[in-house]
């Protein structure tokens, strides 16, 4: 238990004539703090260190150099010298902020040059931009679902995901991880009942590292009328020559959903779909209406990855081929995205593992519950272009020597 935190209950200097009674802790303060003790006690308790990155996946935290192998900036475009400069050059031209939501004046020329070059990328009509990837999930699902509607959704998808689910007030429905016989059976029992069905899967699991089998699930789909949402965050620039997961497998799925802040480095998401799709959620999705638009420097700078990664597919194919080099190493299965867990089980022993790693030079970050299921505390690599083969084999030399190895 960390000491620290059961003295804030009592040992506090008051703001003088903020609060009359600082001495004793309000009842607000009492639930915060017995909640901060139960997260204490089962190695739950999270804080937020200062990071910081550098190119080539360098990173600086508690004074020491590391090498990160917990970005999602897949193909090292963060960082890299053309995506700052073009970030820069929109920020000098036309300030830092978009001043106002994208339907009243927030909506720069940036976005529709943008938007037009990303829904061809995904070979769709047409591509929206949301403020983020979970603000694109928490406003799109609503659009298409409510309280008559039922979606299905796999046990491991996004928090986001589930978010929208709940927001929508539709009937929810969790099916199995991948478990295309539980889906099966669970639309062939609920879907008849409901007036629409949205099927709700990450195309890359971002724990697990895993894909989903999109063209089943898209079948299925088809045969009991529902319609697919597929949440690509971390297969955008990294599968299918960077196209994505539902590219790779040959699916096109009713709602394309991904992000800007994993593979384009910048910041932000977007749904791409049909043109009726994106304009119902130009005019519906509260999470796009009510929110600030987008600095269009992040804009200038997706805008710019996203032509690196359509003219370089050699820079996609990298982070799986060197997940492929680390799983070979250690003997893990074959990876099928640049994100590889390694499971620990119990939350302590993966921040022994973390801690250990750090000291070794390496910055690889525990995932604990309630992110993953319990007992599937984990460390989550995630690997990026901009590693060297040889920043690979020294990870998994450390891996052996400390006795991480499976
Ligand atoms: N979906 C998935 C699968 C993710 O991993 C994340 C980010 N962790 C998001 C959505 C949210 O995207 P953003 O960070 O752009 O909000």
New binding site residues.
């Given amino acids: 238990q960390n000491p620290a935190l059961s003295c804030h209950l009592v040992d506090r200097a008051p703001h003088a004539g903020y609060r009359p009674h600082m001495n004793q802790p309000s009842s607000i303060d009492t639930m915060a703090q017995e909640k901060l003790i139960a997260l204490q006690k089962a190695d739950l308790h999270r804080r937020l260190y200062p990071t910081e990155r550098r190119s080539g996946m360098a990173a600086k935290r508690d004074g020491a150099a590391l090498l990160s192998f917990s970005d ?1 900036d897949y193909l090292g475009l963060s960082t890299h010298p053309s995506i700052i400069r073009a970030a820069t050059k929109a920020v000098e031209a036309y300030g830092a902020s978009a001043g106002a939501s994208r339907l009243v004046s927030g909506n720069h020329p940036l976005y529709d040059a943008f938007e037009t070059r990303l829904a061809a990328f995904k070979s769709c009509e047409a591509a929206l931009v949301f403020g ?6 928490i406003g799109t699902i609503p659009v298409f679902a409510g309280p008559q509607d039922v979606i299905f959704i796999d046990e491991l998808a ?1 928090a ?2 589930f978010a929208g689910a709940q927001l929508s007030r539709a009937r929810v429905q969790c099916f199995a991880h991948n478990d295309m016989a539980h889906l099966g059976h669970l639309l062939a029992r609920h879907r008849h009942a409901h007036r629409h069905a949205l099927i709700l899967t ?1 195309g ?3 724990m697990d590292g895993d894909q989903a089998p999109l063209k089943n699930i898209h079948n299925l789909a088809k045969t009991h009328d529902a319609w697919l949402m597929v ?1 690509d ?2 297969g955008l620039g990294v599968l299918g020559n960077g196209h994505g997961t539902a590219f790779s497998q040959g699916v096109q799925p009713d709602l394309m ?1 991904g ?4 593979a384009l480095g910048s ?3 977007y749904v791409a779909g049909s043109h009726a799709v994106v304009d119902l959620l130009r005019n519906r999705a509260r999470s796009l209406v009510y929110t600030t638009g987008l600095p269009p420097s992040a804009l200038a700078a997706a805008h710019a990855s996203l032509e690196i990664i359509s003219m370089d597919p050699e820079r996609c194919a990298r982070p799986l081929s060197l997940a492929r080099r680390f799983c070979q190493t250690l003997g893990l299965p074959a990876p099928q995205s640049a994100v590889v867990p390694l499971i620990i089980g119990s939350p302590q022993k993966a921040m022994d593992a973390q801690e250990k790693l750090q000291q070794a030079g390496f910055l690889v970050v525990a995932i604990r519950p309630p992110t993953v299921p319990e007992n599937t505390a984990r460390l989550r690599f995630s690997f990026s272009a901009t590693h060297q083969e040889k920043d690979v084999d020294r990870l998994c030399q450390s891996i052996k020597n400390l006795g991480l190895a499976p």
Avoid: E, P
């Avoid at 992000?259 to 994993?262: G, H, N, P």
């Fill in positions: 999602n983020s990837g979970y603000l694109a999930n996004h986001c995901l990450d890359v699991f971002s949440d965050a971390h959903m992000t800007l802040s994993k910041y932000g998401g």
